[in-house]
């Protein structure tokens, strides 16, 4: 997301989760015989996710916003698949780029809209996917998330798993946003606070981790694709999602304060523990997750053995990522500072080289 009421948003702080979690490392859930890679291949992915996203500034910042999460989301892309190619990571980084726009829109971070617009918003999503429904990227921000996603899912029906895999895709998107709504109505008020695990069996779902890994499926294999194989990685998906989720909220729940959302943190202050104390609470629970989402994995092997790995790696990036900082005000500047290498056109270019990178050494 862009614009003033935006950069204010982003610029509240987790002092406290950035107190208790003093010493984390933004890459620790990367291994450090992969980091290399990974960070090529995301800074790779870049130049076409932006392109993809450039038309649409209303809610896509540019790569150097403090706004922008772009960076954050190519890499997020290369460290759960350091061997996919570059077309894929850029289409799995826009994708993520793209729904934390939905998700800005339903958080009413973007806007203001009403129950009826933001409900018809929502239903644009499958409609598009299914090619029933046009976007006017005119109308801004909701036009321009919209015309982001038609570009984006031109390019998924490419993919050789997209015509088995997007009616799941449609469904996963109908499940996430049924559950923002239920979120919209805690937060204005429309219904209570739910109870701590009523609130994560919904807010599994509004990470969207399920539709991110639809997609991934149907985009990085196996092939020939089958439905079945959704219903193989469910269960570690559902683990997987409430392990972000909970990781979420300790980076977010001061910001998440300010807008009145609900959040595991906040949940469990509300019931009389301290902010700390909760803190500690939901980290010890993330733990739990965690050995069991192993378990889980472990058991997804033979043709789904890579999508199986991804989920680890993916699950061990985000959660070790939420645990240091924020997705946003990471720049493309920085991802390139920490591969080592030279963004083309920044100072210090000396030219591109086949991928568009420049080595400093």
Known sequence: MSGPGAEAYF??????????????????GVPET??????????????????MLRPYPALFADGESSASRLAFSCLSAAATFPRATRGRLADLGALTTILFGVD?????????????????FFARFPAI?????????????VGQVLAAWTQW?????????????????????????????????????????????????????????????????AMCGPFPAGAEHWTAIEPMTHLG???????????????????????????????????AAAVRQVAAHIDEINA?????????????????????????FNGRWYMARDTHAYTVQELADEAGLVVPGQPGSEGDQPSGLVDRG
């Open 241 to 275: 999602a409430s392990s972000l989720r909970l990781a979420n909220d300790i980076r977010s729940f001061e910001r998440e304060k300010s807008e009145g959302k609900p959040n595991s943190v906040s949940i469990l202050q509300a019931s009389g523990v301290g902010a």
């Open 292 to 316: 069991a989402f192993r378990s889980e994995v472990a058991q997804v092997g033979g043709e789904l053995a890579e999508i199986a790995e991804g989920q680890l790696r993916s699950v061990s």
């Open 129 to 141: 996917l299914s090619g029933t429904a046009e976007a006017d990227p005119s109308e801004e921000p």
């Open 104 to 120: 800005d829109i339903a958080d009413s971070i973007a806007g203001q809209w009403s129950e009826r617009e933001v409900a018809a």
């Open 153 to 217: 899912c031109a390019r998924f029906h490419t993919y050789e798993g997209a015509a088995v895999h997007s009616p799941n895709l449609a469904r996963q998107m109908e499940i996430a946003f049924t559950a923002m709504a239920h979120e919209r109505a805690w937060t204005s008020g429309v219904e209570p606070w739910p109870s701590y695990d009523g609130y994560l069996e919904n807010g599994m779902l509004t990470i969207l981790y399920h539709t991110w890994w639809v997609a991934a499926l």
């Open 34 to 51: 992969d980091r290399a890679t990974v960070l090529r291949a995301a800074l790779d992915a870049v130049p076409e996710a932006s392109a």
């Open 11 to 28: 610029e509240i702080r987790n002092d406290l989760a950035d107190g208790l979690l003093k010493g984390s490392h933004q890459l620790a």
